[in-house]
């Protein structure tokens, strides 16, 4: 959790608003990342927050109707196709929810990762793979690798994935509700490995999540969105233990906390 | 020598033959439910906890052990044999009803005995839903409405015991606490017994009586909710609640709050 409080930011938006075909998604949402620092944009589903995730990692199926993204102080839509291309998983990394859906089914992860290594031209090195694997719960590496996507579970593919991006070394990781798919311990190592990457890479973080105790556990900066806005956005502490906006209090009211005996 | 369980499961097992390796998706699990509780059901994935279920209400045959009702065995009986006094409610609610039905057939059909327009509007009321939601449709209502109605089928179909298969972890937040306050309700004003499977602790720590810890087709710690939350046993309970994440767990926060006479330090968030 080191924060630097001067310099360029690694992603500013500015009064983004974005939608879908005819349907407002966002509304005049600015954020500013700086590197090293985390971020969690938390809301229920519908809000808006995939979607501003979607835009800052470039696909193309989501329309910026007004406002911009700069990348390290370059505006995001002023790139060509291929410069886009180029950013995405070094330069900003996204790790979807829905793993299944970026991987080739049929092709072993190791083919697949060596792929995606040798196209942005870095070199490929399976220990690492299988040493990341490991930390993240997923035990015998050497044989996952030569493992496809459709025998793995929903819960290992998730990881698996997590393991792609961050193998890329990306100066700021988008993380799409990366525990939802999750067991709860699985999710509580999965949410130490990425923060123990940004914290020794330096890179940053930008979550999208509906859980509050992952924004607790390790963001520095938390942003609520409600209806496609953000309607409160300051430091952890500040939006979790003093909400100002009755949207975000609704939110620390209800969820269910484990309750236990007093002490 | 006290009262009989409306509902007990003696040593039932579930094996799968694959090959040449056999799983046992349950290991001789037991467990006793009694009129009017609620027993939360926890566990990761593959743990066993919804196959369980499967068989409390005969949707699977077991390898072994028995299943009583009210002291009654019916074990190997039909799952409509079972439908008559237990009820899944399930994590997909709208997978539960016939798309091409109108609410109000489909919770009507559901019923056992004769029609009772009174029961049914007051079930209504305590869901909050407008009697006009009958009329529609499926898929012409949100997630946590068309669970609500499902929970209006179940009991409105003369069930006396619930079993609830993740039925608030699809619900947005606002949705899912409405639906924890009416099981309590239909807890309190009727009588109605459930079994609560769920992933989720905190959910199961605010609604359940007694507990039941699944790990790999076994039960590894069971007893009263808030006793086996507070001083788990079993190594494999104290991992699932250090994992939970939960705002203010790390900074001590709410036992300070606690100390305050439960005046909460921060607006918005009750004292627990």
């Known amino acids: 959790m080191k924060q630097n409080t001067s310099g360029t930011p690694v992603i500013e938006i500015r009064d983004l608003s974005l939608s879908y075909g005819d349907s407002d998604i966002v509304r005049h949402a600015s954020l500013s990342i700086m590197p090293g620092e985390i971020v969690c944009i938390a809301g229920e589903s519908g809000c808006g927050k995939s979607t501003l995730l979607k835009a800052i990692h470039g696909m ?199 309750r236990r005996e007093k002490w | 020598m006290g009262m009989t369980p409306i509902l007990e499961v003696r040593e039932i097992s579930h094996t799968y033959h694959q090959k040449d390796r056999i799983t046992k998706a349950l290991d001789q699990v037991s467990l006793r439910l009694m009129p009017g509780s609620i027993l939360g059901i926890v566990g990761e994935s593959g743990s066993g906890k919804s196959t369980l279920i499967r068989h409390i209400a005969c949707l699977e045959k077991p390898d072994g052990g028995k299943l009583l009702y009210r002291g009654n065995e019916y074990t190997g009986r039909t799952p409509a044999f079972a439908g008559q006094f237990m009820q899944m409610i399930f994590q997909d609610a709208y997978g539960s009803f016939d798309p091409k039905m109108r609410f109000d057939r489909s919770v009507r059909e559901a019923r056992w005995e004769e029609d009772d327009p009174a029961l049914l509007a007051e079930l209504l009321k305590k869901v909050r839903l407008d009697e006009s939601f009958l009329q529609r449709y499926p898929r012409s209502v949100s997630g946590g409405q068309c669970q609500r109605l499902s929970i209006v089928r179940a009991v409105y179909s003369g069930a006396r015991i619930l079993l609830c298969d993740e039925a608030t972890s699809a619900l947005d937040v606002a949705s899912q606490a409405m639906v924890i306050d009416l099981l309590k309700e239909l807890q309190r004003d009727y009588g109605i017994s459930m079994i609560f499977v769920s992933h989720d602790l905190g959910v199961v720590s605010q609604l359940c009586d007694e507990v039941i810890v699944m790990r790999s087709g076994r039960c590894v710690e069971q007893g009263d909710c808030l006793g086996v939350i507070s001083h788990p046993r079993d190594p494999y309970t104290r991992e699932l609640l250090d994992a939970v994440m939960e705002v203010g767990e790390e900074t001590g926060i709410h036992h300070a709050a606690e100390a305050q006479n439960e005046i909460s330090v921060y607006p918005g968030i009750p004292v627990i």
């Open chain 1, 60 to 258: 193309d199926a989501v329309n910026v109707t007004g406002g911009e993204i700069y990348f390290n102080g370059s505006r995001l839509t002023d790139m060509s196709r291929k410069e886009r291309r180029l950013l995405m998983g070094t330069g900003i990394g996204l790790i979807p929810q829905n793993p299944q859906g970026s991987f080739n089914p049929l092709r072993t992860f190791e083919k697949q990762m060596r792929e995606t290594m040798s196209s942005h031209g870095l070199a490929f090195d399976p220990d690492e793979m299988i040493s990341l694997m490991d930390s993240m719960g997923l035990e015998d590496g050497r044989k996952l690798l030569k493992s496809r996507p459709y025998e793995l579970s929903g819960g290992m593919n998730q990881r698996v994935a997590i393991v792609f991006s961050l193998l890329l070394k990306p100066r700021v990781l988008l993380c799409d509700e990366i525990t939802s798919a999750l067991d709860v311990t699985n999710g509580k190592l999965v949410i130490d490995e990425v923060e123990s990457y940004a914290a020794r890479s330096g890179a940053a973080l930008l979550m999208v999540t509906h859980h509050l105790g992952i924004a607790d556990r390790i963001a520095d900066t938390v942003a609520v969105m409600n209806f496609g806005e953000i309607v409160e956005y300051g430091s952890t502490s500040q939006v979790l233990y003093h909400p100002q906006d009755s949207y975000t209090r609704m939110l620390l009211e209800k969820i269910p906390r484990v």
